[in-house]
């Protein structure tokens, strides 16, 4: 899939996360200072919506069984969370977020 308009950046206030359906796909979109990342939604522990956890800083937190991960990289933070999670390449145009399912973030 190529690029896809998720939002408007105002749809996702700084320190917060939101989950969209980009295709078939749920993706949380995460707002850290102004900066978009994007992830899968569901916890690679469980099928736990990550837009239902907790940001702190560069880490969200599952609240099922608090597992936690890197925003920016998808790497696992805390247990019992041991598969890291995907990360999509974010693009803001126009006051836009622009998530690409094919590209990774930092690619
Ligand atoms: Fe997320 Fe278990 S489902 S930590």
Known sequence: MAETVVCPTSDVPEGSVKRFEVGNQPVAVFNLGGSFYATDDECTH???S???GIVDGEIVECTMHFGAFNIKTGAVEAPPCSIPLRTY???VRDDQVVVDL???AGE
């Open 46 to 48: 469980g099928s736990f």
């Open 89 to 91: 390449k974010v693009t």
């Open 50 to 52: 990550l837009a239902e």
């Open 102 to 104: 094919d590209k990774e």
